[in-house]
């Protein structure tokens, strides 16, 4: 699978060229299937009007209305109800999977109730690309900051198909978002590395290489 770990989206031309590359075409001619889970896990987004702005392409994050040929909706809490053989194969046919952002564990609980996680390293050729907590959710942890909900289970771990966590949404001092100060504290509770990065900036990750593509402001702190 090739990611694209976005913090707000395909917000600048930088990141939509690095969204095209991954594709090897055109948005025009690729399938989308958009993932809204993790909006309904978060007390701060849905359900309800969030999770319809995602999916219709009207929230203030660029993913959904990027001219896609097509655009479906993959909801992963109704998965475990069907039969395998109505959304296996529309995922493996899909060119790119969509994913919103909002409770990161809950996302990940999801994805391994719906098979969803049992199915990824098959998708060789599929471009996931990850808004905020759909970004978070393929790091090994995301620390106490970002945990809102917790599984029944009670494990917060992560899916850790990358070697480094997220900490999204870099924003100056007195902003919304989180302060470079409240990005470092909460780093030194990660035990391993982690990218710190504003709206403006994506991680590209394709067979284990890590590029980072930003027209803002990022930091990369090691562990």
């Not at 899916?159 to 989180?178: E, Q, T, Y």
């Not at 100060?181 to 994506?202: H, L, N």
């Amino acid at each position: 699978m090739k990611l694209l770990l976005t913090s707000g989206g395909v917000t600048n031309p930088s990141i939509r060229d690095a969204l095209v590359d991954l594709l090897g075409k055109p948005i025009s001619d690729s399938s989308a299937l958009c993932i809204p889970t993790a909006q309904y896990g978060h007390p701060w987004v849905g359900p309800g009007v969030k999770a319809w702005e995602f999916i219709s392409g009207n929230s203030q994050n660029p993913m959904v209305d990027l001219g896609w040929k097509s655009v479906g909706v993959l909801e992963l809490t109704a998965l475990p109800s069907i039969d395998e053989e109505r959304w296996v194969p529309l995922v493996r046919e899909t060119d790119v999977l969509l994913v919103a952002g909002g409770d990161v564990l809950y996302l990940c609980y999801w994805m391994r109730q719906s098979g969803l996680v049992d199915l990824l390293p098959s998708l060789s050729e599929t471009v996931w690309v990850g808004l905020s907590a759909g970004s978070m959710v393929m790091t090994p942890e995301v620390g106490e900051d970002f945990i809102q909900w917790r599984p029944p289970t009670g494990d917060d771990s992560t899916l850790g198909i990358v070697d480094f966590s997220i900490c999204p949404h870099l924003a100056p001092d007195g902003m919304p978002g989180n302060s470079m100060a409240e990005a470092e504290r909460w780093a030194a509770g990660i035990s391993g590395p982690a990218y710190v990065m504003d709206d403006q900036t994506a991680i590209k990750v394709v067979d284990g290489t890590v590029e980072v593509v930003s027209e803002g402001q990022w930091k990369h702190l090691p562990s």
